[in-house]
C-alpha cells in the first residue's frame, strides 16, 4: 500500500519525461496583467515561431474530445490540434506510414491526420492506413501515419489533427486560444529562453494600439514542460502519500498496543 504509493510518486514526481533529452522541452505561457499566466494568441505564436532564436522547434496545440466517425463504429475520443513543429520536437517516429508534413499545415490543404497504435488497432480494427477516412465535425480526412502508443501529447490525445485544418487563425492579440510548447537549442537555458519570449511579446503587442490592453499581454513566461505536465498531479499524490503514511501510523500504533497489552 504505502509502498506503491511511494513508488507512484516518484515516477510522476521525480522521474524525467520519457522523451530524449526532455530537459530541453518547455512551455510557454502568455503573462497576464496581473502577473500570472494564460494561453496564448495564435497571432502572438506566429510572431513567436518565426522571430525566436532560442527554439530548435516551437509549436502551438489544443485538445478536445471530439466524436470521429470512420472506425467500425462512432467514437468519442481526445483529438490533437497541433502545428508544425510537434514531431520533431518530441523526436518521434512513425509506427506506420508518415507524420503531418509542413504542407498538410497550410489552409487549403488535404486534410491529413495521425492516430495512435491503439486506436488503430482498436477503433479501426487494424485496417490498412490506406484505406481509412476519419470524419470529424464534419470534415473528412485520409489517415496518413500511426504513432507509438508511448508518445501521449497533448496527454490523452489519440488522435492528431493539423491545427489550420481547423479553418482561418485568429489574427487577435486578445484571443487567447492555444498552449505553446517547444525544445529549446543546445546550450539556451531556460531563463535566457524567457529573456528573449518576454522581450518579443512586449515589442510585438505594440502592433495593436486599438486592442484592449486589459487583455493583452504583458510578457512570457517559459517553465520545464515536465514541471508544468507533473503540476496537476504533484498534490493529489502527495495527499495520498499522507493519507498512506497516516494508515501506517495508525497500524503501526495499534501493533505496539497489541505488543504492551
Known amino acids: 500500500g ?28 502568455e503573462r497576464r496583467q496581473d502577473g500570472g499566466t494564460m494561453s496564448v494568441a ?28 470512420g472506425g467500425e463504429e ?8 497541433v502545428s508544425q513543429g510537434i514531431w520533431s520536437a518530441f523526436g518521434v517516429v512513425p509506427a506506420q506510414g508518415r507524420l503531418t508534413l509542413p504542407e498538410d499545415h497550410r489552409q487549403g490543404a488535404a486534410p ?4 495512435d497504435e491503439s486506436f488503430w488497432r482498436n477503433e479501426l480494427a487494424g485496417r490498412p492506413i ?31 489533427v493539423p491545427a489550420e485544418l481547423l479553418g482561418p487563425m485568429s489574427q487577435s492579440r486578445t484571443s487567447h486560444n492555444w498552449r505553446v510548447a517547444g525544445r529549446l537549442a543546445d546550450g539556451v537555458s531556460v531563463s535566457a529562453a524567457e529573456e528573449q519570449m518576454d522581450g518579443l ?15 493583452l499581454a504583458t510578457g512570457a513566461v517559459v517553465q ?26 495508525i497500524a503501526c ?7 504492551l497489552a
Do not use: K
Open 130 to 160: 490506406d484505406d481509412v477516412v476519419l470524419e470529424m465535425n464534419g470534415v473528412s480526412a485520409s489517415v496518413v501515419g500511426v504513432v507509438p502508443d508511448r508518445f501521449d501529447f497533448p496527454v490523452g490525445a489519440r488522435v492528431w
Open 224 to 249: 520545464p514542460l515536465r514541471d508544468v505536465m507533473v503540476g496537476s498531479a504533484r498534490a493529489p499524490l502527495l495527499l495520498l502519500l499522507g493519507a498512506a503514511g497516516l494508515v501506517l501510523l
Open 74 to 81: 462512432p467514437v468519442s475520443t481526445s483529438v490533437g490540434a
Open 42 to 69: 495564435w497571432a502572438n505564436f506566429v510572431d513567436w515561431r518565426s522571430e525566436n532564436t532560442v527554439f530548435d522547434d516551437v509549436f502551438a496545440y489544443g485538445v478536445n474530445q471530439t466524436t470521429v466517425l
Open 2 to 29: 504505502s509502498e506503491m504509493c511511494i513508488r507512484d510518486r516518484d515516477g510522476v514526481l521525480l522521474e524525467p519525461l520519457p522523451y530524449e533529452d526532455s530537459h530541453e522541452l518547455v512551455r510557454v505561457h
Open 253 to 259: 500504533t495499534n501493533l505496539a498496543s497489541t505488543l
Open 201 to 215: 511579446t512586449r515589442r510585438i503587442v505594440l502592433s495593436e494600439p486599438d486592442a484592449d490592453p486589459d487583455y
Open 112 to 115: 491529413v491526420v495521425v492516430v
